[in-house]
């Protein structure tokens, strides 16, 4: 054995301390759990002995603050806690795989292999961010789940730690955990952990707005409160009357993250939304009472209260595909404002915050089926080849904030599916085949396409042809994963056979000009071409996509045929790319001043940065650098996979004169000369370049679209001042798409 290197006094202080904490959290555990925590714990602080963190801190201090969220916040068995204290042994340190089984067990061993084969963006060694780690992820989850669990805990505690890292690391991080690591923990049902992800990744990628949203929260926290207290008095009375079990009834404010997603979707100014909290009733029944308590709760608010019936959602007969169970309602308060309160038991609560965590503790209750239904669904796709994974995950994020639809097969059997789902995704939720020969749907007697979007509680009926078979087109209108997987399996075998009659059109044409065919040949053409492969391209040719005679021309010169090695080559994409003699680091760049003035850059045309924006640059290959903003939509996709093309930028603080395009919506009540005054504040008296204006009026209110040239968010940010203060005008939002 190696001699234990001794650490300072101190510092095995702050360990021992650490470490009764989160012994303080596994209270009930037997003798056995409790022996098996001590002795991960033992054997990870050996192996650490000599490791430090960015902080400074004793590594040891990271796992067991994993161990921790496992513990306290998760609250899963004691082989999760011990492998959260062993999670990153492995991976840094010389203990092995091998010894692990030999000190503890081959679970412990099994769970410990799937943390170390799963890298983090940072983590990696290699400069691109594989599929195969997505793909490594979900089978991780169809496996042990508490990998996932650990994984998560562990990507929780470095992102409240995230302080320590440059920006750039921020960066990477925090898009990964929005990419890959929010969706899955909703998708588990782990919503406490979620929020909390949620707003780290707002707080290091939109600083300033996540500033805003927390200050202005923090300024009318009394009044909240105020509000909240009486609006609960009269209804905690009543309850208390009603012969309900044990009840707590309070306000719970909501996080920043989903506060600023409602300012930014649904354009309203922070003073103007109604859910800044939810009134949350939590009674402590027994189970066989759990939902007639929970509607006696219901009755006794609409006592009092007002509802909204368009805003009831009764979740405990039909729970969300993720085991979710409650009920909502939303009431109009003395003060004349909506008042969301959620109604639940103590056990629906903790699955509703710990998701998956908590079915532990409640087997064979509703929502568990569902979840193992789901992961069942999980393991079927991940038998699909590698593209499916990323399906998969899409799925995930696509879910993430839209609500379920709940729709009915002619026998009244109950299917649940993502909002915005087809009569052809139900076609192929209920059997692959059944969607491969669809046709179309009935609903309620009508006759409907299969593109047909399906409302809530729809009874559908399929109606299949034998000859019908998936086309291409079909995945513009599936959003579930299942039929989109299938729907491109299905393509692909087609493809296939399309391709081999392109083949032998190839062969022929490449024979009649005494061109030798060899792999090689067909490998320079993909490239060339920048197709994605053989197949690609042999169909391309059967489909007359690819114009032979234009091949002719790429091989042949003047009469003479060119070897084919003088074929102009796509540039590879490498870690470091060269753009006009200069290698570009990580270095920040100022885009405007000192050695970036030759470099080539341009913004991006799905987020329309303007200069001030919250940005950063991601390397072309033959455009230079493209400019999007922090919390442009397809920013999370970008970093996380091409992490090693992403650099730092920075605005100059004194703007050259370069203008931008940016886009504002207008509303408002609508007025003769309005588009006089508007234009008179945006020319005469900003001097701001108009590209165009567009105001559509309709009984009385009017909408209106303004495209204009600005210098910096400064400008565009005056501009808005300016127009809201315009007598009519209720909004005024700068948008990011621009219609170029
Ligand atoms: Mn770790």
């Avoid at 360990?15 to 989160?22: P, Q, S, T, V």
């Avoid at 599936?478 to 692909?492: G, N, P, Q, W, Y």
Wanted: aromatic letters at 8%.
């Amino acid at each position: 054995m190696y001699p234990t290197q001794k650490k300072p006094e101190n510092e095995n202080l702050v360990i021992k301390n650490a470490y009764d904490d989160l012994l303080s959290h596994c209270k009930n555990f037997s003798e056995t759990d409790l022996a098996l925590i001590n002795k991960a714990f033992e054997k990870a602080e050996y192996y650490h002995r000599n490791d430090y963190r960015k902080s400074g801190e004793p590594y040891i201090l990271h796992p067991i603050a994993v161990a921790k969220i496992v513990a306290k916040e998760i609250g899963v068995d004691a082989v999760s806690i011990a492998c959260a204290l062993l999670h990153d042994t492995v991976e840094d340190t010389n203990y092995t795989l091998e010894e692990i089984e030999q000190d503890f067990n081959f679970a412990i061993k099994h769970i410990i292999d799937g943390l170390t084969k799963i890298k983090g963006v940072y983590e990696k060694k290699d400069s691109t961010y594989k599929v195969e780690n997505i793909r490594k992820i979900l089978i991780a989850l169809g496996d042990d789940i508490r990998v996932i669990i650990v994984k998560i805990a562990d990507r929780l505690h470095n992102m409240r730690t995230l302080d320590s890292m440059v920006e750039k690391k921020q960066l990477e991080i925090s898009s990964e955990t929005m990419y890959l690591y929010i969706p899955i923990a909703h998708r588990l049902g782990l919503y406490r952990i979620k929020s909390e992800l949620e707003d780290l990744c707002m707080k290091f990628t939109q600083r300033e707005e996540y500033k805003e949203v927390a200050s202005k929260l923090a300024s009318t926290k009394v009044s909240r409160e105020k509000f909240i207290a009486d609006f609960i008095a009269p209804l905690d009375e009543k309850l208390s009357k009603a012969g309900l079990s044990k009840y707590k009834i309070f306000g719970r404010p909501k996080h920043i993250y989903s506060i600023w997603n409602k300012i930014k979707n649904k354009h309203v100014p922070f003073e103007e939304i109604y859910d800044l909290f939810a009134i949350r009733i939590l009674i402590d029944a027994p189970p066989e009472k759990e939902k007639e308590e929970c509607w006696k709760a219901y009755s006794v608010i609409t006592d009092i209260y007002n509802t909204n019936p368009d805003r009831l959602r009764d979740w405990i007969s039909n729970p969300k595909g993720n085991g979710y169970e409650s009920l909502h309602t939303t009431v109009m308060s003395k003060e004349g404002k909506w008042v969301e309160v959620q109604i639940r038991t103590v056990r629906m609560d903790e699955i509703a915050e710990r998701g998956v965590a908590a079915h532990w503790k409640y087997k064979g209750s509703k929502a568990e089926g569902k979840f193992d239904s789901w992961l069942e669904s999980v393991r079927e796709i991940l038998k699909n080849p590698q593209q499916s994974a990323m399906e998969l995950l899409k799925d995930f994020r696509y879910n993430l904030y839209e609500e379920e639809l709940h729709i009915f097969t002619p026998k009244g059997e109950l299917k649940i599916l993502p909002k915005n789902s087809t009569v052809l995704d139900f076609a192929f939720a209920i059997h692959s085949n059944l969607g491969s020969n669809c046709i179309g749907g009935k609903i309620n007697s009508r006759l409907l396409p299969i593109s047909h979007k399906l409302n809530n509680y729809d009874q559908v009926e399929i109606l299949t042809s034998k000859k019908q078979k998936p086309s291409e087109d079909w995945l513009n209108f599936t959003v579930t994963s299942k039929a989109r997987t299938k729907i491109r399996t299905e393509l692909k075998s087609e493809r296939k056979k399309v391709a081999e009659d392109g083949k032998e059109i190839f062969e022929r044409k490449m024979k009649s000009m005494k061109v030798t065919i060899n792999q090689k040949l067909v490998d320079e053409l993909v490239n060339y071409l920048k197709l994605v492969d053989a197949t690609d391209l042999f169909y391309r040719i059967a489909i007359k996509q690819i114009d032979l005679n234009d091949l002719k021309a790429l091989l042949v010169n003047g009469d003479k045929i060119t070897p084919i090695k003088e074929l102009k080559k796509t540039e590879p994409i490498g870690d470091s790319l060269h753009i006009e003699g200069k290698k570009i680091n990580d270095a920040d760049l100022n885009i405007f001043e000192g050695f970036a003035n030759d470099i080539d850059y341009s913004v991006s045309k799905c987020c329309h940065p303007v200069a001030g924006d919250d940005v950063f640059g991601f390397i072309t290959i033959s455009k230079g650098i493209n400019i999007h903003r922090k919390d442009c939509p397809n920013a999370p996709d970008l970093i996380t996979r091409y992490s090693y093309r992403v650099v730092n930028i920075k605005w100059a603080k004194s703007s050259k004169d370069v203008l931008y395009l940016t886009r504002l919506t207008i509303n408002g009540i609508d007025d003769m000369g309005l588009v006089n005054k508007l234009t008179s504040i945006i020319s005469s008296e900003l001097k701001i370049n108009m590209r165009a204006i567009s105001l559509n009026a309709k009984d009385g209110i009017f909408e209106g679209d303004i495209q204009v040239y600005v210098k910096d968010t400064k400008q565009a940010n005056l501009l808005i001042k300016k127009l809201t203060e315009l007598d009519g005008i209720y909004s005024v939002k700068r948008i990011s798409n621009v219609d170029v």
